[in-house]
């Protein structure tokens, strides 16, 4: 047998999904058996209770107790086929479900452009459940959203806006080689799929596994030498990150062993290549005269580009979602560097020693983030009513179904890339302009 016959068989293996499945029964997740007629005739009979929220969450034995996330009647329709799915239609078969069980759970979320959720299932091990769910919100909006931010505020501004340029860089390059992969999910059955949100996608490699990967990588080397610590935490930190996010992926149904691994190497050459001129492209962004119209104008055609890669999915809003709101963290760092906002600790200084944790520090990092999200917040929902419907009427594009109209390129680059560009500049410009106007800088 040849090298190259060598390669594609193990390169089958690890795509396999029967080896995702397996995973899953190894750490207690389950399809529920399938439903005969007249269960599922009784089912249809119960379902209108699904709209009454007061009756969604009781269970039988247990009148009006709450019901663990993924009650039975969260199931959504499957699609009719066993394989993978083009981009923009749901990949997987979800398996039929069987007889109220008290210990399921269902979708970690529901996604909001198809309305698809996510497989019910049975759970035997719940503190894996749980762990797993955190590990893949490691790679989710809600964290990224508080991750930067908290780096930017509260602990070292040069670091979040240099862990922002990598984790732009890292994402992009994974959503475009998705696209030209293209590669579908795990089958289901015999895979269980727990989360839907990004279903719509491809699946190789995993920006999931890319994202846990280039992160804790990127933050010891962006912290070590800069700050005080000693090197075993970040050893320790790197490999219980990765690990973390990238089993999550496989638990969840989402990814191959195969996508993990990829994405994982694909993170390691990026880094390897492009971080050393991350301090190049920081200092460009804060003091090149013209820095801001090229940002944007460069962040813009990138996600142009993107879009034509593949017919619509998911990721197109996400791909304009993490370069707008790369733009944005930079044009407003180099707005705040030019009035002086928030300056950087002079090479001298270096390295610098962690301040004594007070109940006064302590209080100033809470207030901070409180304020500065419900600022982010309240930025991004105004934008998002302006910017769909501005789309929409320029581009003649009815809008009565905000589903359908962001399956239009010409609505959801833009809602995506000027909304998120809008956040990213309210972190890096307008929350701390706001924090030194109130006096908590």
Known sequence: ??????????VGRLQDPQKVARFQRLCGVEAPPRRSADQREDEKAEAPLAGDPRLRGRQPGAPGGPQPPGS????CPAKPDGGGAPNGVRNGLAAELGPASPRRAGGLRRNSLTGEEGQLARVSNWPLYCLFCFGTELGN????ILFFPFWIWNLDPLVGRR?????????????????IIRWPRPAS????KLEVFYNSEYSMPSTHAMSGTAIPISMILLTYGRWQYPLIYGLILIPCWCSLVCLSRIYMGMHSILDIIAGF??????????YPFVDLI??????HKYAPFIIIGLHLALGIFSFTLDTWSTSRGDTAEILGSGAGIACGSHVTYNMGLVLDPSLDTLPLAGPPITMTLFGKAILRILIGMVFVLIVRDVMKK?????ACKIFNIPCDDIRKARQHMEVELPYRYITYGMVGFSITFFVPYLFFFIGIS
């Open 1 to 10: 047998m040849s090298l190259r016959q060598r390669l594609a068989q193990l």
């Open 72 to 75: 039975d009647r969260n199931q």
């Open 141 to 144: 909006e809600l964290f990224y």
């Open 163 to 179: 862990l922002v340029v990598i984790w732009v860089l890292v994402m992009y390059l994974g959503q475009c080689t998705k696209d």
């Open 189 to 192: 059955p015999p895979v269980v």
């Open 265 to 274: 190497l694909y993170t390691i050459l990026i880094l390897a290549v492009f």
């Open 282 to 287: 920081d200092n460009f962004n804060q003091t």
């Open 386 to 390: 302006i910017t769909i419907p501005l």
